[in-house]
């Protein structure tokens, strides 16, 4: 079969259909490049022919109705089409709110959003730009602030899609001032990077400013670095790859915080973080310190209820005169905190060098915290944590004490200890029960096992005005003498007995609270010894000294032992006075009376000591002559420095009686038996 030509009258013919394309197509370019014209046009006519600065009025007065606030355009408004929509509106302040006085500033904004998106609703927002930013916030005492009605809601409009490339923010500041918690925040130098923010979008934030406060006294360098995710319409919100750092001073201490969390995931009702991890270091002087805490964090925002759980803290400090340099602590526990009810509380297990310490810690309300604590010690010995320093010579007059952070304290708990070292006392089986509140802090009772022997009793303290101090405590069965060395570092007095205190006194410093001493004391001992003088010995030594005063320093080496040792004090004004001392041993008797300054540290005391038996065994024999006379003894002088001073002449004057009392008693029996034999020879018998 032969091939059938085609020819061009079988196929349709195009050509038509072609040319109305053709002319279509010139239409509909001519048509948009007319609208584009068109619309270029009218914006260059905008440009050129609208000043946006007319409207000045019209936005300061919406902002005065909506706000009650005054804004202040201070510079013109520029406006820019072309190739973004721009809006420079240069320095901006607006007032507080039914005031005058400036809330907030702007040195300048300039704002740059793409015209095509937002013909869609969708605002893409190219830059923002702030410079020069700042804002003075208050709290008021009643716990209201200056800026309350800004946060109020305003009635919700159609949600517009946002895309920011990025905002710039810098050289900003935010002053505030808490008068409610009496403090004051400072944040100056704050500088703000952002890359894109859109909706599902991964972005970057770069945080940095300087923060200052005054209670306590900081000044610290702040840089955060954390990526950023956010669905503003699911209200979730992810900061990933977080690291602060602050680093600045703490008083006087350095410190540097540094903060890492791999993830932190927010939603309207919630907070999650899997992994916090938080490092310190301070230094203050020779004193060192480090720690790292870590933790997770589970919240309910709706509830106000969060949970840190479980909670790690490794730390350690140094220090010249630490044992071994150091101490190291570890902590392991958790916290649950109930914002709504306004309600933390903490349940904690540590390890302190050699200690254990079993801790339930809590506070409750927040405007005026009440704290609670119930914690447990095996063994602690305080003093290893106090640095012992090299006295230094005072430059000035007496410090006083500050019981201030007493007047605002709301406390209750109790503390026990297995062993106990303090101001290098050592007692065991240590319970206190503590109460804080309204300027005064009250232990009852504190008692403790300590030196063969126990102690129980109270201690109040009163900080308001001139804090004043009261002490009721009753030691029974106490070995007086290592306790005395252990406390005071005097060796002066031996024996096992009871020893009470009722004691009251105000000052503001420690001299004058011993000045102000008043109230009682007693003493009874068994079985011990007065260290400084053997008196025993000196009288001895005085039968060949006899005329005279003999003066000699104390010596811890010379003892006078009792069997038995009583006495009570009148404390008057820092000074406590004695009239009925009874010191008895074998060979003597111990009278006495006189003063104990424990204002001025010194004493002037009278003692008077009777020899009243001659055992050969403590050198009695050598004192027959001296049986009977009593011995004016003088105790005189500062406690560092005191003198025991025998009056001979008045014993030379007790002997000079005694004899010539002996004499008369031997006369008078001699002249009685002469008598008797007298009557025998008259009668004959």
Known sequence: MGSIPITRSILPDFSY????????????????????????????????????????????????????????????????????????????????????????????????????????????????????????????????TNFDD?????????????????????????????????????????????????DATPTKIDLGFTLQGDKPKFDFQTQLKSGLLFELEKKHFVLNDINLLIKGKLGTDDEELTLAVPKLELTAQTVNASEVVLNVNGKQGQHAMQGKLTTSVNGNLQNQVFDLTPLKLEASATHPSFPKGGMKLSVTGSVHADLAKQDISATFTTHLDDSNIQAKLGLRNFAEPFYHFDIGVDQINVDRYLAHEPAKQAAGPEQPFDFSALNKLNASGALRIGKLQYANIKSSNVRLDAKAGNGKLEVNPLAANL??????????????????????????????????????????????????????TQGATASAMKRGLNGSAALNLADGAVKGINVAAALRKAKSAIGGEQVQAANTQEKTDFSDLNASFKVHNGVA?????????????????????????????????????????????ELATLKGITVPIRVSGPFTDLKYALDFNAMATEAVKQKVEQQKEEVKAKLQEQLQEGLKGLFGR
């Open 150 to 198: 800004l946060l109020k809601k305003e009635e919700e409009s159609k949600t517009i899609k946002f895309d920011i490339a990025g905002v710039k923010i810098s050289n900003a500041a935010l002053a505030f001032d808490d008068q409610q918690g009496g403090r004051k925040l400072a944040i100056s130098k704050l500088e703000l990077t952002t890359g894109k923010l859109a």
């Open 17 to 144: 259909y072609r040319d109305d394309m053709k002319k279509y197509l010139k239409y509909a370019l001519i048509s948009v490049f007319s609208a584009v014209l068109l619309f270029v046009l009218l914006l260059a006519t905008i440009a050129l022919t609208v000043d946006p600065n007319k409207f000045k009025p019209q936005i300061v007065e919406l902002v005065k109705e909506k706000k009650q606030r005054t804004l202040t355009l201070t510079g013109d408004i520029k406006l820019a089409l072309f190739p973004k929509l721009g809006l420079d509106l240069g320095k901006v302040s607006i007032s507080e709110h039914n005031g005058s006085k400036e809330f907030a500033a702007i040195d300048a904004a300039r704002l740059y959003v793409a015209w095509l998106p937002l013909l869609k609703q969708t605002l893409v927002v190219e830059k923002i730009q702030l410079d020069g930013m700042r804002a003075s916030l208050t709290r008021y005492p009643d716990g209201s």
């Open 451 to 504: 030196y063969q022997g126990t102690l129980n009793g109270t201690i109040s303290l009163h900080a308001a005005g001139t804090p004043q101090l009261s002490v009721k405590q009753r030691l029974t069965g106490i070995s007086i003498g290592p306790l005395l060395k252990d406390a005071l570092d005097k060796d002066m007095l031996e024996g096992k007995g009871n020893v009470s205190l009722d004691l009251v």
């Open 577 to 621: 006075h004695n009239d009925d001392l009874s010191l008895k041993s074998p060979l003597l008797r111990l009278t006495g009376n006189g003063d104990i300054d424990i204002g001025s540290s010194s004493m002037n005391y009278l003692a008077k000591a009777t020899v009243v038996g001659t055992l050969a065994g403590q050198g009695g024999a």
